[in-house]
Nanobody
Framework: QVQLVESGGGEVHTGGSLTLSCRYS?????VGWFRQYQGKQREGVAV????????HYAEAVKGRFTISHDKAKNTVYLQMNSLKPEDTAMYYC???????????????????WGQGTRVAVSS
């Protein structure tokens, strides 16, 4: 089992920055962030291998968001810069242990989820 505790999120204006944190416990391979718009399915934002440091980003956030991993703290961070109104969503931390052979940003690859944190960007 993996447990995830998220922090961060909040409200900013367009162009602002926020940092999300996800502290995990247990064995993991990939840990990352997904977001969900109201009425839509969760979509991958950025994930990182807690073993190799390999990162994957959704096209919509490349160049603006940076995912990182602090092994000593078992924490994954998502630094979000140049935020846009379309980044407004619930953000969820997710983790997996290699059970499902799906792409790294596929939501069904991740059986463990945090409680979610809201990010709101106003224009």
């Amino acid at each position: 089992q993996v447990q995830l505790v998220e922090s961060g999120g909040g409200e900013v204006h367009t162009g602002g920055s926020l940092t999300l944190s996800c502290r995990y416990s247990g064995y993991t391979l990939f840990v990352g962030w997904f977001r969900q718009y109201q009425g839509k399915q969760r979509e991958g934002v950025a994930v990182i291998s807690t073993r190799s440091g390999t990162m994957h980003y959704a096209e919509a956030v490349k160049g603006r968001f940076t995912i990182s991993h602090d092994k000593a703290k078992n924490t994954v961070y998502l630094q979000m810069n140049s935020l846009k109104p379309e980044d407004t969503a619930m953000y969820y931390c997710a983790a997996e242990q290699g059970t499902f052979s799906l792409g790294p940003l596929h939501r069904n690859k991740y059986p463990f989820w945090g409680q979610g944190t809201r990010v709101a960007v106003s224009s």
